[in-house]
Nanobody, 123 residues
């Protein structure tokens, strides 16, 4: 069993940066692929970024390439999402998730989810 807790969301202006953190409990974390999803009001949840357990492979959705960076520190059981040059269209609830088949990216079905953290970008 893995529990995930996101932090780092908030209200920022367009062009600002935020770093989201996802702290995991459970010894199995280092063996899981991890990622970040987001869901804006009235829209479907979308897979923003993913990273394999060893950080050897990384995925980004097209609209965040060059602006967002996913990373992980297995010694701290934490996955990060550095978000730069934020845009109003990045406004959403961001969810951390782990334990999915990286071969199915972006159509993954994680086994564990965090509760989400709100990111709001004003213009």
């Amino acid at each position: 069993q893995v529990q995930l807790l996101e932090s780092g969301g908030g209200l920022v202006q367009a062009g600002d940066s935020l770093r989201l953190s996802c702290a995991a409990s459970g010894r199995a974390f280092s063996g899981y692929n991890g990622g970040w999803f987001r869901q804006a009001p009235g829209k479907e949840r979308e897979f923003v970024a993913g990273i394999t357990s060893s950080a050897g492979r990384i995925y980004y959705m097209d609209s965040v390439k060059g602006r967002f960076t996913i990373s992980r520190d297995n010694s701290k059981n934490t996955v990060y999402l550095q978000m730069n040059s934020l845009k109003p269209e990045d406004t959403a609830v961001y969810y951390c998730a782990v334990n999915f088949d990286f071969g199915k990216v972006p159509h993954v079905r994680p086994g564990y989810w965090g509760q989400g953290t709100q990111v709001t970008v004003s213009s």
